[in-house]
């Protein structure tokens, strides 16, 4: 019997990676402040189903990123979730793979606030996160866990995003946090072996302090919530630097969203719905960008 089919259920923390075969969305959150609430999911294209549940330690925030190469989706690290004293980092590697969660066990980085996407030059899923004494890059595949040694690196960062642009194929890094939450704006390029500062968009001042960058099969987006009201607006990559796109209808006004491409559509979900005029609540819908404007889903 299939998984029964639901619209998107309140949640947060939501880390996303669209599935290797380039359709539909797996999802891996908290439904509550619950810390044993982890939960998984994947969006087919119209709706949501829950899949096996996660059976590590309970954690959120945690890196997701799909992994062709293994036909699985890769989640590193994250916060402990049973922590009562500020974060407290876990560095655990975990994939999903024909539905069912396994570890991934050996040695491997100890990195806060990672970020993590696929890399198609170097054959695995790049992982980026602050270190002990800077901020690090690895490469996890299927022959392990091994660190990279660029000699340019993004200053030290909690939570950064990355995204692959479709015209031209470059991996690009954007925005996170300093210990412990003095937000960035500054935009960084790996070349494969180097990072590269992005000198014309960090000079950009109309730039959000945070947002998430996800690909569609044409551009590389930057979606962030104005300042104080949260509506959302977007940012296209184009010639080394982000431009600012105009949208006919208003987007959702969301806080701690999350968002993936499911192969026609970049999703955006979960967070916090603050178009009430009541305060902040669970968001419960969904909203997709076509690349030209939005729709409500659910």
């Known amino acids: ?6 619209t998107w259920l309140p949640a947060i923390g939501s880390s996303a990676a669209t599935l290797p075969s380039g359709s539909g969305i797996l999802v891996f959150d908290r439904l509550d402040n619950t810390p044993s609430s982890d939960a998984t999911w994947m969006w087919s294209g119209s709706c949501w189903s829950q899949e096996p549940g996660f059976g590590g330690h309970p954690v959120f925030g945690s890196a997701l990123a799909p992994d062709p190469a293994t036909s699985s989706v890769v989640a590193y690290g ?7 004293d500020g974060y407290v980092a876990l560095y655990d590697t975990w994939e999903f793979r024909g539905g069912v969660w396994s570890q991934l066990l050996g ?3 100890k990195l806060s606030g990672p970020s993590a996407i696929d890399d198609p030059q170097l054959g695995g899923v790049l992982v980026i996160g602050a270190g002990a004494h800077a901020e690090e890059t690895w490469l996890l595949s299927k022959s392990g866990s091994r660190q990279l040694h660029p000699e340019h690196s993004p200053p030290s960062r909690l939570g ?7 015209p031209t194929g470059a991996l690009i ?8 939450k003095d937000a960035m704006t500054n935009t960084w390029r790996w070349t494969g072996s180097d990072w590269q500062l992005e000198t014309a968009a960090t000079s950009e001042a109309h730039l959000p302090p945070s947002g ?5 099969r044409h551009s590389l987006w930057l979606l962030a919530g104005a300042p104080y009201s949260n509506q959302l607006q977007l940012w296209r990559w ?3 630097t982000w431009a600012w796109v105009g949208t006919s209808s208003p987007g959702p006004r969301l806080l701690g969203f999350g968002a993936a491409f499911d192969g026609r559509e970049i999703l955006v979900f979960g967070g916090l719905n603050e178009a009430s005029g009541a305060g902040a609540t ?12 939005w729709r409500r889903i659910h």
Do not use: Q
């Not at 019997?1 to 639901?6: F, N």
């Not at 890094?173 to 412990?180: D, E």
């Open 1 to 6: 019997m299939p998984p029964a089919c639901h």
């Open 78 to 84: 994250g916060w402990d979730a049973t922590a009562l």
């Open 107 to 109: 040695s491997g980085p």
């Open 160 to 166: 950064a995003s990355l995204g692959i642009d479709p």
């Open 173 to 180: 890094a954007f925005g996170g946090y300093r210990i412990p």
């Open 212 to 216: 998430l960058i996800v690909a569609d």
């Open 238 to 240: 184009a010639g080394g």
């Open 282 to 293: 669970l968001n419960t819908a969904e909203w997709a960008w076509s690349g030209k404007s």
